[in-house]
């Protein structure tokens, strides 16, 4: 069979779907993180360092942004380096499938059934993710290359070998910080099949210099990470109980098994479990040791650090070829009794049963699981139900993994694998349809039609100035698209909208801005949705929403800010006024305009100023009234308000408006 040719039209085949898979998205959308990685890579091609908007990151994963710098570096326009870097991730994720099939030929698998292993590994819906800026499609060929190395290292030790998987390995960490685990899980890997042979001493004297080497990494990355820390990332465990973690660990790996092909799930587990009881070779041992232990690991990780509450298939992703390989070796071995499959196939199907997938696609958008986006497609799109969806994949994951059963055995493992394929790929296409379309909604509400509508808008550098309650997507999408957003800040009570230190906004008495020590001058952009961001001796340039370009004369100065009241004019149930005066000394009035919309029988605005001062405005529907509040001392005169009344029309809420605050000397008034 020619094997070269083959394989090669796997990648190839695999690369051009993936890449086409990549079109539907229209936008990055996971964020902070597609933000950070663009950042850096665009850093490193512009000026040769790690910076986000001139900031250090402190980002340890940096093989994602060396390797994509050179697309931004050759193309400055935004909307084609992002495609050009799908493409970039199409390509490198789809070599998966040489490891896959190098693994598969030293198990001693056929050659037919070796790259059936290669296709499967490049055919799942962890493809995904080949269309975002994150480092998956890196990390996923380099983790499989390190467990190749593993295996091959653990079964015959060579000095060239372990030199080949301290490389990977280091190469994977980079890419991904989670992979630190693989040399960690080699190491566990040759202690196991040492104890199983019943050779480990002669394992670990055969492994001593592989081994000094990963303890003296292993405690050089704990140093680090006590003494400094490891940047970006935090190391505390967010595990919130044992109980939650073993449901949580349990539905990841429910998840994976679906994701990998529920058809060869009963063979591949039963294959995995045999290479470790009952090994006819060294390699065979080894497969079983690694798989074990890189899937503990993994698994022990999803539930103790990150969004420990969602599915993290995206973490896991890693095991989908160890699945096939698992399959490829127990449909190798000829006593093929099928109660051990029949057991696995018994406990899939009631799990399926008993677990509906519909409690956990609940948060899809947020969990980065593609088998829940397809979840999700299936219920919005066909059965507009989610105790209908649950209901088909449970019924659908019972037939495969059945007739997976049924089909075990070396002259009917074409039809299990057909099957894995053909799931996989529905899986992939349902995923990236759900995808497509959340994202097609995404650009929609988070941009214009115009993405870099803020630098055609103004052309220099400009900074984005992030208010209390703006949304941090609107803000990431934004910045990514454009360039001339140079410079973050953060108003006193606004939060981060990634992880990096922003400096804050300090406003003085006569409301000027200043940050970091400087004077914030030129354009700065303002989201409004929840903040009315009044600048006076400035004038607006460019709007989109709620986001509002302001060029300012000179140092940026407020004339009033108020929270809780949005662009329309609406007021929340509560709020802050703050108003500025020309001068650090207030004298005179704070006039605004208070009224109800003709949905409104009747409104209540209460103020409380600082001061003491007390008033109650009640408006009828369609009237305004016109308040003045006496302003004394040094500014910024402050208030609080409340508003109660509210209304629905057309299902949107309607309560009281308020005009923007404003500030009039008058002689006498504080006397």
């Known amino acids: 069979m020619p094997v070269r040719p083959l394989l090669t039209a796997i990648v190839l085949v695999s690369t051009v779907s993936e890449a086409l898979l ?7 959308s996971a964020f902070p993180d597609e933000y950070v990685y663009s950042q850096l890579a665009r850093s490193l091609a512009s000026d040769g360092r790690l910076r986000v908007r001139g900031v250090p990151a402190h980002f340890p994963a940096l093989l994602e942004p060396l390797l994509t710098a050179p697309v931004w570096w050759f193309v400055h326009d935004v909307g084609t380096a992002y495609r050009l870097v799908q493409v970039e991730n199409a390509l490198v994720m789809s070599v998966a499938a040489i490891p896959a099939y190098l693994i598969a030929r030293r198990l001693g698998v056929t050659t037919g059934l070796s790259l059936a292993v290669a296709a499967l590994a490049v055919a799942g819906p962890q493809f995904l993710f080949v269309a975002m800026l994150e480092s998956e499609p890196f990390a996923y060929p380099l983790a499989l290359g390190a467990i190749a190395a593993a295996i091959a290292v653990i079964e015959r030790p060579a000095l060239r070998g372990q030199v080949l998987l301290l490389a990977l390995s280091a190469l994977a960490t980079l890419a991904r910080l989670q992979l630190a685990v693989l040399p960690l899980c080699a190491a566990a890997a040759i202690v196991v099949t040492g104890l199983r042979a019943g050779r480990l001493r002669d394992a670990l004297r055969d492994q001593r210099l592989l081994l000094g080497v990963i303890g003296a990494a292993a405690a050089a990355g704990v140093t680090i990470a006590f003494v400094h820390g490891f940047g970006y990332y935090h190391l505390a465990p967010t595990v919130s109980g044992p109980g939650r973690a073993v449901r949580m660990a349990g539905a990841d790996l429910y998840v994976v098994l679906l994701g990998a092909g529920a058809a060869l799930v009963p063979s591949a587990l039963v294959g995995i479990w045999l290479a470790l009881a009952r090994p006819r070779s060294g390699g065979e041992l080894a497969f079983g040791a690694v798989a074990v232990t890189v899937a503990a690991a993994l698994l022990l990780q999803c539930v103790l650090w990150g969004d420990t509450d969602l599915v993290q298939e995206r973490y896991l992703g890693y095991l989908f070829p160890l699945v096939a390989l698992g399959f490829a070796l127990r449909t190798s071995r000829r006593p093929l009794r099928r109660v051990p499959e029949l057991g696995v196939a018994a406990v899939l199907a009631g799990v399926a049963a008993l677990v509906p997938l519909s409690g956990y696609a609940v948060d899809a958008s947020h969990s980065e699981a593609p088998l829940l986006y397809a979840f999700d497609e299936l219920q919005v799109v066909t059965l507009r139900s989610p105790s209908s969806a649950a209901a088909v994949f449970a019924l659908g994951a019972t037939a495969l993994v059945a007739i997976g059963v049924a089909c075990a055995g070396r002259r009917r493992a074409f039809v299990p694998v057909v099957l894995a394929l053909a799931t996989s790929a529905a899986l992939l296409a349902g995923a990236a349809a759900w995808a497509a379309k959340t994202n ?32 941090r997507d609107v803000a990431l999408a934004t910045l990514f698209w454009n360039q001339s957003l140079a410079h973050v800040v953060l108003m006193p009570t606004a939060a981060s909208p990634d992880k990096l230190a922003e400096p804050r906004v300090r406003i003085d008495a006569r409301g000027r801005l200043s940050a970091a ?23 607006p340039i460019a709007h989109f929403v709620s986001e509002t370009l302001w060029r300012s004369k000179g140092s ?7 929270s809780g009241r949005l662009p329309s004019g609406r007021l929340g149930s509560a709020g802050r006024i703050q108003v500025w005066g020309r001068t650090p000394r ?28 007390r008033r109650a405005v009640t408006v ?31 299902g949107a809420p309607v309560t009281a408006t308020m005009s923007v605050p404003r500030y009039t000397p008058a002689f006498g008034v504080c006397r």
């Open 586 to 613: 207030l004298a005179g009035w704070i006039e605004l305009r208070v009224g109800a919309p003709a949905a409104l029988r009747r409104a209540t605005v209460r103020l409380v100023a600082a001061d003491g001062t």
């Open 22 to 28: 990549a079109r539907l998205r229209l936008t990055p």
């Open 620 to 650: 009828t529907a369609g009237t305004t009234r016109v308040v003045r509040l006496p302003a004394c001392g040094r500014g910024p005169w402050t208030a609080t308000f409340t508003a109660r009344a509210i209304a629905y029309v057309a």
């Open 440 to 471: 097609a909604v995404a650009r929609a509400i988070y941009l214009p039609r115009d993405a870099a509508w803020v630098d055609h808008a103004d052309g220099g550098k400009a900074t984005l100035v992030v208010t209390a309650g703006e949304s």
């Open 517 to 539: 020590g400087r004077p914030l001058a030129g354009a700065l952009l303002v989201d409004t949705m929840n903040t009315t961001f009044a600048l006076r001796h400035a004038h």
């Open 556 to 562: 940026a100065q407020l004339a009033a800010l108020v």
